[in-house]
């Protein structure tokens, strides 16, 4: 990734565009993908839209029994059992995957949380960077063989929370003083920078890789807040309808990231931020958050290997070697 090639390519979609619209005439028979969270909101989406193209999507899921309720209708679909915050959980899924497949075309890590309450898990890590980074970092790591033998589009849903905060390298498990939406914004950085270094390493086995900012949209996401915050920052009504400006529905929300799995003109890129079905600009560090684009931090090179040694230290994943 160079700082030329953060900005807008001329995509033929936009913020309006759906699933549908990207996947359209698309013929994905014989192609593999992997999509964390394919049972909920964007992430069902997604693999709605994978599987009628032809794909065979694995569908790993904290709550199996509910993703297999949501998939049953969809043809060419898997459920696996997964925990992103349990790496006993991970690793036993990713053995399940690799027992399955003998490459991976997609991994879309689309599960997340955020704005939680104040969690640790695991060895004491924050919950939003585990479930956020960390999970998908190990998982991703498990898999990495079978994804270079497809040669896989990696795609890791960060979004514009990562202006919130740069990588707290003092503190990234708010051993003190927790603030829920810093911790959803460094998680949401480690996305970012997490597809950065993953493209570096995996480019020469064909792996490339793209964080994205999939739009404001109201799905489960938000389950853990309350309504009245959501209608104090104008998301919603007092029905929990949706009021905000420019919020996608959840079809809108997933195109970004079909478009990054999918479109001819990436070929040959990675190690990007994407927003609207296109390449995102850089934006000044004291840009509001909602006039889009990726703060210089989260697509660091440097900041993304110190991250990357820092995940390796922590999950005690198998380093991958450029």
Same mark, same amino acid.
Request: charged residues 20%; negative net charge; glycine residues 12%.
């Given at each position: 990734? !160079?700082?030329?090639? &953060? ?6 979609? +936009? ?8 996947? $359209? ?7 593999? $993908? ?15 839209? =994978? ?42 899924? $990713?053995?399940?995957? +690799? ?28 919950? &939003? ?14 898999? #990495? ?10 795609? @890791? ?11 707290? /390298? ?10 829920? /939406?810093?911790? #959803?914004?460094? *998680? ?56 905000? @400006? ?12 079909? /478009?990054?799995? !999918? ?35 989260? @697509? ?6 110190? =991250? /990357?040694?820092?995940?390796? *230290? ?9």
């Amino acid at each position: 990734m !160079t700082s030329t090639d &953060q900005q807008p390519l001329g995509s033929p979609f +936009s913020a309006t565009g759906t699933a549908q619209d990207i996947t $359209a005439g698309l013929g994905l028979s014989g192609t593999s $993908a992997v999509v964390t969270g394919g049972y909920s909101g964007l992430g069902l989406e997604t693999t709605r839209a =994978l599987a009628a193209a032809g794909a065979r999507v694995l569908v790993p899921a904290r709550r199996p029994d509910i993703a297999r309720a949501a998939l049953a209708d969809v043809e060419g679909c898997e459920v696996v059992p997964m925990d992103l915050t349990d790496l006993g959980s991970v690793r036993a899924a $990713a053995a399940r995957i +690799s027992g399955s497949l003998t490459r991976i075309d997609l991994l879309m890590a689309v599960a997340g949380v955020m704005a939680t309450p104040e969690r640790h898990v695991g060895p004491g890590w924050e919950s &939003q960077l585990a479930a956020n980074h960390l999970g998908h970092f190990a998982l991703a790591c498990e898999l #990495y063989p079978l994804l270079a033998a497809g040669g896989a589009r990696v795609v @890791v849903n960060s979004s514009a929370g990562h202006a919130l905060t740069d990588m707290r /390298w003092h503190d990234p498990h708010f051993r003190t003083g927790y603030d829920k /939406w810093l911790a #959803y914004g460094q *998680a949401k950085t480690a996305n970012a920078l997490f597809a950065v270094h993953l493209d570096a390493l995996g480019r020469g086995d064909g792996v490339r890789a793209f964080a994205l900012h999939p739009g404001k949209i109201i799905t489960g996401l938000q389950r853990e807040m309350a309504l009245q915050e959501q209608i104090d920052r104008g998301w919603v009504d007092e029905h929990g309808k949706v009021i905000g @400006v420019d919020f996608k529905t959840p079809a809108q929300g997933a195109a970004t990231g079909l /478009w990054a799995a !999918t479109s001819p003109l990436l070929d040959g890129l990675g190690g990007l931020y994407l927003e609207d079905c296109d390449i995102a600009g850089v934006s000044a560090p004291d840009a509001p958050m909602d006039d889009g684009g990726v703060r210089a931090y989260a @697509v660091d090179p440097d900041s993304a290997a110190r =991250l /990357w040694d820092l995940s390796v *230290a922590a999950t005690g994943a198998a380093p991958i070697a450029r």
